[in-house]
């Protein structure tokens, strides 16, 4: 099996162009070539690149020769590393059917998944694998996967910026993007991209951001009192009962009603916190009965939501507590913003 080995180099007036090197020419370079380290370059063979490929608004590349020679310098001529981008919006992705096509993208991290370690008949053994979720000025979000030691290593936090150089489209259930191993990632970067993204992202601040993928919010709930709630539990016969106060569907006549109870994601400019919202609040919030939603499936549900209240804008009132040693959030009231009142509050402190 041969060997590839490619990295992107940029001159003093911050023209990129990719340098590629095979088999032998791989072991030669590979250990040399570091990030922001400064080289000298002499007798490649100058190539057409494919952009399909590549970011680069270079229309040429630099494959290496057993004449290559790659030399770092002691003193770098450049000024500080500079990173250019070539940003492609959300919105222009979701007709773009040409999977593998490598971008590069900047987003508002929403979501951020735990490492889990997945098979890979590419390399042959498990690997490291994150999947997080950003979003842009379209309010349309993308699921990114990241492999190995960049998933190992992210720091990003929700409600950040990210920049990401060379992610590649991929449609395989649904468009996604994927990281590889040319993917350079950047969190906060200093580019004015970024600042107006920020800007905007804090003058729009959009309050929720996600919901659970998992779980249906509605629930059997025990019809005993205001007081007991509960959700039903079923018995080895399958009959429904409450552990909780001990109802039990064959010995009484009051029948069983839908609860809500669900979990959204929500955010202001200081950072993100999940919440849990039970019964009347969700149906304030969807514009649904319990009864309604019951009907759902889970996709349903997620649709409703997306277009409803995502990216909607709420004041909450919630109550803070502790469940074993976590922080619990739970909602107590959700309104809608009411600007109208909100300008004649801020006349009045003129």
Not at 20 to 44: H, S
Not at 98 to 121: E, M
Request: with cysteine; glycine share 4%; net charge neutral.
């Amino acid at each position: 099996m041969g060997k590839l080995f490619r990295f992107d180099v940029y001159d003093k007036e911050f023209s990129e162009i990719r340098i590629t090197a095979f088999n032998e020419d791989c072991d030669r370079f590979f250990n040399l070539i570091q990030i922001d380290q400064c080289y000298r370059i002499c007798y490649g063979h100058v190539k057409h690149s494919n952009h399909r490929y590549s970011t680069l608004s270079n229309a040429y590349e630099i494959h290496t020769t057993n004449s290559t020679i790659i030399e770092p310098l002691k003193v770098s001529p450049f000024g500080p590393r500079k990173i250019i981008y070539n940003f492609i919006p959300f919105s222009s992705l979701l007709n773009n059917n040409s999977s593998n096509t490598v971008i590069d993208c900047i987003g508002i991290i929403d979501s951020i998944n735990p490492v889990r370690k997945v098979y890979s008949s590419y390399v042959g053994h498990q690997v490291s694998l994150r999947n997080i979720s950003i979003f842009d000025y379209s309010q349309t979000n993308i699921q990114i996967a990241i492999w190995q030691k960049m998933a190992d290593d992210f720091c990003g936090e929700s409600g950040q910026i990210i920049a990401l150089k060379n992610v590649k489209i991929c449609s395989f259930n649904g468009l996604s993007l994927s990281c590889t191993s040319m993917t350079t990632i950047t969190i906060d970067p200093d580019i004015p991209e970024a600042i107006q993204l920020r800007n905007w992202y804090h003058t729009n601040n959009t309050t929720i951001v996600s919901t659970s993928f998992k779980h249906h919010p509605a629930y059997r709930m025990c019809p005993n009192g205001e007081q007991c709630k509960r959700k039903l539990s079923t018995t080895g016969e399958g009959e429904l009962f409450c552990g909780y106060c001990g109802w039990l569907e064959s010995s009484s006549l009051i029948h069983y009603k839908w609860g809500l109870r669900s979990q959204f994601q929500i955010n202001d400019m200081t950072g993100s916190i999940w919440i849990i919202v039970f019964g009347d609040q969700t149906e304030k919030l969807i514009g649904k009965t319990a009864e309604e939603i019951s009907q759902m499936t889970l996709q349903t549900w997620l649709n409703l939501f997306y277009s409803t209240i995502w990216m909607q804008q709420y004041v909450f009132t919630i109550e803070k507590s502790i469940y074993q040693s976590k922080n619990c959030y739970n909602i107590i009231a959700i309104n809608r913003i009411d600007t109208k009142m909100l300008i004649q509050q801020i006349r009045k402190l003129e």
